[in-house]
């Protein structure tokens, strides 16, 4: 009514300070005679706090954590493990495991995980709980279901896997062959890398 404004406040800012500012606007408005009605959002105020380090931190987290994983990757495995003397083998290596880390079948596989796990998401049983404070003022209700979801891959992991014999027909069903894991490793936590990146891109993107 009359000069107030409405104003969205940014995350922690309480209600106290949101009412002092309201108040604020209006003996404002007042003062100057306006009548008419204003809108102002403060949509992305600017962060003055942060963790890991601010944005130098994340990013050394995002680009140095994936080439550590396929370091050790590639430095130890069946046949050879890096020593304090041998660092002109690591480098040898280095060529042949760059020619097989990108995989689409293990891209393959790491998206058939991701989406088994949305879906246990979905379908699983769980309480709803109420999410942080959004900017809004708004919080979101969240399906808590991760530790039934664990325990459902565990039993699929350890029975579900579909067995063939020569000629295609189902024989059964067992344990999934974790040995693909170890032998496709490198290759796995590539493919894992460019999902996370690739995922992330998106919803930053369509956060706005």
């Not at 060529?95 to 998206?111: D, F, K, R």
């Not at 399906?143 to 029975?159: P, R, T, Y």
């Amino acid at each position: 009514p009359g000069g107030e404004r409405d104003i969205v406040g940014p995350p922690g800012r309480d209600r106290s300070t949101m009412v002092s500012t309201r108040s604020n606007v209006k003996k404002d408005d007042d003062a100057s005679g306006s009548t008419g009605s204003h809108s102002v959002e403060v949509l992305a105020p600017k962060s003055t706090e942060y963790e890991f380090g601010g944005p130098p931190g994340a990013l050394a987290v995002m680009v140095f954590l994936p080439l550590v994983v396929c370091v050790l990757a590639i430095g130890c495995d069946s046949d050879y493990c890096l020593g304090p003397d041998a660092p002109a083998e690591l480098l040898k290596r280095v060529p042949a495991a760059l020619s097989q880390a990108l995989s689409l079948e293990a891209m393959g596989v790491v998206i058939a995980w991701m989406a088994f796990q949305a879906l246990l998401q979905i379908l699983l049983p769980g309480p709803w709980e109420k999410g942080t404070v959004l900017r809004t003022g708004e919080r979101l209700s969240y399906k808590i279901n991760g530790h039934l979801a664990f325990w459902v891959s565990m039993v699929v992991m350890g029975h579900a896997w579909p067995r063939f014999d020569a000629q295609g027909s189902l024989k059964g069903f067992g344990p999934v062959p974790m040995a693909y894991i170890y032998d496709h490793y490198l290759e796995l936590a590539v493919a894992t890398a460019v999902f996370s990146y690739g995922l992330s891109a998106y919803l930053y993107a369509t956060s706005f």
